[in-house]
Each structure stands twice: as C-alpha cells, then as structure tokens.
C-alpha cells in the first residue's frame, strides 16, 4: 500500500516539473525616429519615437523603461509593458535641434538605438531696443538684441541705417547668453537714424539665420551747424591786396565751443565761447590755397573748407655773379634783377648762421673779396609791400694751396715687404675743398678731395718698390698744381731660412777652436745674429750685427762643459726672429790626452799583477813540501814542461805544489834556488808511463813536511797528447 502510494507521488511530481516552462526573451534591436519628418519647421509639433523589438518564448508581460536623450543629456523618460513609446514636443524650437537617441532596459538588459539629427528649421524673430529715442550728436546710444527662445552659442548683427547709404552691420559673439548689447557713437550729420538686428546660429548643414528685428528708429539733434567761411574782397586776389577770412556757426550753446582757423595743417586762428572768428593777411603767392574753419563741441567736430588763389604782382628776383669761384684779392660784381625791368627796392645780403648780413641796398654790388668772403648771397626785391627774395648763389674764394709734403703714417720711410705702406700727403696752405693724387713711379694710383690732407694705402708692395711715391695738391685756384719731394721708400725682407753649422762638426777636442756659421737664405742687411746654448734656460752666448747674409762666431778653447746643443736666431728690421735648427756638439778628449791616461792605466795594471805575481808566489813558495814521491822514475828537470791529462770519469788527483800552469798549459817550476842551469836547459818532450795505485792501499805517512801525489793513468785517447796536464794541493792524503 505505501508502496503504491510513493510511486503515485513520484509520477505526479514529473507531471509537475513538465508543465512549469522558464520566462525567456532577447532584443533584436531597438530603433528610433521621428515624426513628421527629421527636419521640422520652427513652431510645428514633432514627435520622437522609439520601438523596442523583444522575442520571448512564451506570451508573458514584460516591462520596458525607455529613456530618451539629446546631445547626450536626458530629456525625457517613461516605463510602459509596450514596445513603443513617444517623446512628444508640442512646439519645436530651433533649441531642439540636435542627435536625439533612446535606451530601452528590461530586466537586467540594456540596448541603445542609433542616434538620429533633427533639424528644427528657422530661428524665432529677434527684439531690439534702443535705450534712447532722441540723442545729440556726440553722444551714445545703447542697443540691445534679444532671441528669448534660442540657446546659446549664437551670433548677433546690429546694423546702423542712414538713408541714402549702406547698412553698417557689427557682428557680436556670444557663447553663454542669447541675447547682446552694443553702443553707437552718433556722428556730425546723423539726422535720422533707423537699426535693426538679426541672429545666426550654427547646424550640421552651415549657418541658419533668424529674421531681422523690427526697426528701431532714433532721432539726432544737432548742437550746432556746419560753420560758414567766407573772404572779403573775394578768395581770387593779387599779391598786395588785404584778405580777410571770417569763420562763423549757429549753436544752441555757445559754451564749450570752439572754432579753429587753418591752413593745411598751420592753425592761423582760433577763439572759444564764441560764434564767429575773423582773420586777416597782406595777400602773397604763398597764401594760395585751401583753407579750413573748424568748429568743435565735445567730441562733435563739423569742418568748412574754402580755395583761395592769390596771383603773382611780381616774379622772385634774380641774383648773377660775375664769377662764382675766384682767387682772393679778384673783383666780384653781384646783380639783382626782375623780369620786366620793374621797379622795385632792391638790397643784397650775405646768409649766415646767425642771420642776414646786409651788405648794400642796391641792385649792383661790386667789391674786391678774400678767403673770408667765400659764402651764399641773396637780394631782396620790394613791390607795394611785397618782399620776395632770389634763390641764393654760392660764392667760392680760394687761396693757392702750398708744396704738399709726403711721408709714411708709421713715421720711418720702410716697409716690411708683404705689408701695406700707407702714406699721408698734407698741404698746409689752401681753400678747400682740396684734390690731392699720389703717384707710383709715373703711374696714378689715387684721387682723393679733402680739406687739408688725405692718405693713400699701398697693398701691392713688391721687391723693387724702392722709391718713386710722390703727390700733387689743386684746388680751384688759378696757380694750378703743388707737386710734393719724391719719397723713396726701403723695402725691408723679412728673414727667411736661418741655419747652423760647425767646423769641427759633431765631436770637438778638448782646447781646441770652434767656429760656429749662421747663416740665412734671404733677408734685408743689417741682420741681427745671436747665438744660444740650450740649457734649462735659454743662455746667450754671442751676438753679431753684419751687413752680410752670414756671420761666424770663433770660440776659443773648446771645455768638457761645453757639450751641449747649440742654435742661432736671425732677425732685422721686420722684426721678425727666425730660429735654425739645433745642433749637438760633443767635446771630447785630445789623442795626446788618450795617450796619458792609456800609458797611466797599463802601468798601473802591470804594478798590480806584478804584486799580485809576487803575493801569489810568496804563499806557493810558503806551501811547497821538501820532496815529492813519484811511482815511476824521478822527474827531471826536462819533464817540467810535461803535461799529463786525466779521464773525465777519473776522481781527483794531485801533483806537488812545486809547480804552476801557464797559459800555454806548460808546467813551470817555482823553485827560485834551481839556479839559471835548470831555466836555460832545454826541455825534451817524453812520454811518461804513470803506474796506477792500488785503491785498497793505504797511502803511507810521510810526515808533515810530504807531499803524497797521486797519479791517475789517463785514457787511451788521451795518452795521445804531446803534454800532461798535473794537478796538486799540498793538503792531499
């Protein structure tokens, strides 16, 4: 039974969990437009829309929050369980204009549609106002532009209308508000002025434009006319005649007006607080022209012009010169005259720094100059008070010029060839302005005008420029031409090339002479010789002036201290020192010196092996034994010089000491009381047959005063030789 029942519960629970069937849905995409259209007109309805395209598995509600944003700021949201939802604008702005975009979340999912541009078509009308309707001129009027309905950044135009011209426009920027202001400076003449203004703001597409404003009309006063000028007699005068000028205005105040009379920009006259100004002139040719009258209150300024023309009564006067550049103490002839031969008063003057000097009232002026009358001259003519005065005439009186002199700026007549040479030629007497030319030889080399002197650089100096510089001196003067003293002028040769030499050269005796020769390969004489020991500094050792390319320096009783290195420099007056080469001179010994020292050395080496021969033979002499004991037969005196040799594998073995080796490997005996018998007999070569001890012998004790000698047979090979070679030591057992 309970078995039955588990089995009902368990089919009942799979029923269950088939029917329950989990809530699944997913975006395909979410979309926006607008309607009626994405370009809108100013004031028309607009509506947005945004569709959410949902698929879900089974038939549930599902809630959707959509949220609608513009340039990416929000503007408006909802939650609906439909797929669509609406933004509705029931005016559109030119301000709602831009990207508009939705988002639609449901549950933990988010979709974002594609932005799209709307376009609000036209810009409301804007408002102007004007701060004042009647205005002066001179003063400011103030306006303002208003678009209340526009968001910012926009453009503002105020534009200024007068009739019978062109709107000025001035353009304002403006980034955070959407209306601006602007001040107009009411000009002389503005009667009646009109403005309006429009706005502009930026879209995709370019620059969109409002409407232009309604016109804001402004009325000007005028605070005073346009002044009158008028002349009397009239402004077409003759020289002499008496012209008058009168400047006039109407104002309604006369306080803080001014009026000015001109001339170009020459002010002639001018009053204040006052209506009218007058003026007046002896009418010349000068006072032709245009003449201004200005009057000014503030910052109004209105200006009147008028062209007078006055004639000529007479031409300018003439001044001529019997001669314009002549020699003092000559007679000068001055003559003013006018065109027409009318009459007039005449007067010659002299110009000067400080003023006219007034030399005669008359036409004619005739005197006999000097230096000092050199000068401009004018005459003055006067006609019915006209005074007109001739252009003036320059005047040259001139002193002859004196012998010039040349010389060399430096002050020495020389130059060190390579090196410019510049020369001054100066004349001491003279009218400037003066023409000096130097001459190379017979060639121009240069002109040059000056007052009293001038200078010539010469670049080009060669060997053979030795002389021929001369120059002239001229002025206007009559005398003519100064010729300076001829000018011979030493070319120095810098020194080149300086060298060394010896003779001996290299090795000197000790108390001999040296000569030392320095010379140079060119230079100008005198040259300038010295001679030096190089030493840790720089040591003097003889100088010499020659006019010659070459010197020598003879230095007596050459020292051992005189060994060293050796130059010599040259120089002359280019002053320029030129170094040789070094040399090495070593002072060694004289052969008779050699010669000494050789004879003092041998003598003193032949002492000293004769003491050493002596003390050697001494201490032999001292160690000799009585006897010596030979196996064979007794030794004569002939067998001294025998030699007898060892194997090289026998040990050692002795001889008496009676006996010593030479050099020629001979036995010679040291016994001195064998008298002359034994040296003078003659030795006879033998072979000697040298028996061999018995090694298991004791040798058998002679006493103190034995010598026991030990005589090895040699090798076979060995036995050969014509001598033996014997060995000793006086200690052996």
């Known amino acids: 039974m309970y078995l039955a029942l588990l089995v009902i519960f368990l089919q009942c629970s799979e029923l269950y969990a088939q029917g329950k069937v989990y809530q699944v849905f997913t975006f395909n995409g979410v979309k926006i437009k607008v309607e009626p259209s994405d370009k809108v007109k100013n004031g028309a309805p607009m509506s947005i829309i945004c569709h959410a395209d949902i698929s879900k598995n089974t038939d549930f509600q599902l809630k959707h929050n959509f949220t609608f944003f513009k340039d990416g700021k929000l503007v408006f949201m909802t939650i609906s369980d439909k797929e669509d939802a609406r933004y509705e604008i029931p005016v559109a702005k030119s301000a709602d204009t831009g990207d508009y975009e939705c988002r639609v979340k449901a549950g933990d999912k988010l979709v974002i549609s594609k932005p799209i541009y709307v376009w609000v078509a036209g810009m409301t009308k804007p408002i102007l106002t004007a701060d004042k309707k009647e205005v002066s001129e001179g003063e400011i009027v103030k306006l303002r532009c208003e678009l209340p309905e526009e968001v910012p950044p926009l453009e503002f135009y105020f534009r200024k209308i007068k009739t019978n011209s062109e709107p000025i426009a001035k353009r304002v920027a403006e980034q955070n508000q959407n209306f601006s202001e602007m001040e107009y400076y009411v000009e002389a003449g503005d009667n009646i002025l009109q403005f309006d203004c429009f706005g502009k703001r930026q879209v995709k597409s370019g620059w969109e434009s409002s409407q232009h404003s309604n016109k804001t009309l402004v009325t000007v006063k005028e605070p005073f006319r346009n002044p009158t000028l008028i002349t009397t007699p009239s402004n077409n005068l003759t020289e002499g005649d008496i012209i008058e000028f009168q400047c006039s205005t109407v104002a309604a105040e006369m306080r803080g007006i001014e009026i000015i009379f001109q001339k170009n920009r020459t002010i002639l006259n001018s009053v204040r607080d006052k209506k009218s100004l007058k003026y007046s002139t002896l009418a010349t040719q000068e006072d032709s022209g245009e003449y201004l009258c200005k009057v000014e209150q503030g910052a109004v300024s209105k200006t009147t012009k008028l062209n007078v023309f006055v004639s000529e009564l007479f031409p300018k006067p003439t001044l001529s010169a019997s001669m314009t550049q002549l020699d003092e103490n000559k007679d000068l002839i001055l003559n003013c005259s006018i065109n027409g031969s009318r009459r007039a008063n005449f007067s010659i003057l002299r110009k000067s720094s400080s003023g006219d000097i007034l030399l005669k009232k008359s036409r004619i002026l005739a005197i006999k100059v000097n230096v000092n009358d050199t000068g401009s001259y004018t005459c003055k003519a006067e006609v019915k008070g006209i005074v007109k005065e001739s252009k003036p005439v320059r005047i040259s009186v001139y002193a002859p010029v004196s012998k010039p002199t040349l010389s060399v700026v430096s002050g020495s007549p020389e130059v060190v060839l390579g090196n410019p040479l510049q020369l001054i030629c ?291 090979d060995s036995m050969e030789n014509r001598h033996s070679r014997i060995y000793g030591h006086p200690d052996a057992t």
């Open 426 to 716: 100066h004349s001491v007497m003279g009218t400037p302005p003066i023409t000096f030319t130097f001459y190379k030889g017979d060639e121009i080399k240069k002109n040059v005008t000056n007052d009293t002197y001038a200078t010539f650089l010469d670049e080009d100096i060669g060997l053979n420029d030795n002389g021929g510089y001369k120059c002239d001196a001229r002025n206007n003067h009559s005398s003519g031409v100064k010729t300076s003293n001829i000018l011979n002028v030493t070319v120095i040769v810098p020194i080149r090339g300086a060298s060394l030499g010896s003779v001996p050269y290299g090795e000197v005796e000790v108390g001999s002479d040296t000569a030392f020769l320095c010379s140079v390969k060119e230079g100008s004489w005198p040259i300038h010789f010295k001679f030096f020991k190089k030493t840790d500094h720089e040591e003097l050792l003889h100088e010499a002036r020659e006019y010659s390319d070459r010197t020598i320096w003879h230095k007596k009783t050459m020292k051992r201290r005189d060994t060293g290195t050796y130059y010599c420099m040259a120089s002359n007056r280019a002053s320029v020192d030129v170094r040789s080469h070094p040399i090495t001179i070593s002072v060694i010994l004289a052969a008779w010196q050699k010669g000494v020292i050789a004879a003092f050395v041998l003598t003193a080496m032949a002492g000293a092996g004769a003491v050493a021969l002596w003390w050697f033979l001494c201490k032999k002499k001292k160690a000799k034994g009585p006897s010596m004991e030979m196996s064979g037969s007794a030794l004569a005196p002939s067998l001294a010089s025998e030699k007898l040799t060892r194997p090289p594998s026998d040990g050692n073995y002795y001889s008496g000491s009676g006996y010593i080796e030479d050099n020629e490997n001979h036995m010679k005996s040291t016994d001195e009381s064998k008298g002359p018998d034994l040296e003078s007999a003659e030795v006879d070569y033998t072979e000697v047959e040298v028996s061999t001890l018995d090694p298991h012998r004791a040798p058998e004790q002679k006493g103190t005063e034995t010598v026991y000698s030990e005589i090895r047979k040699t090798n076979n």
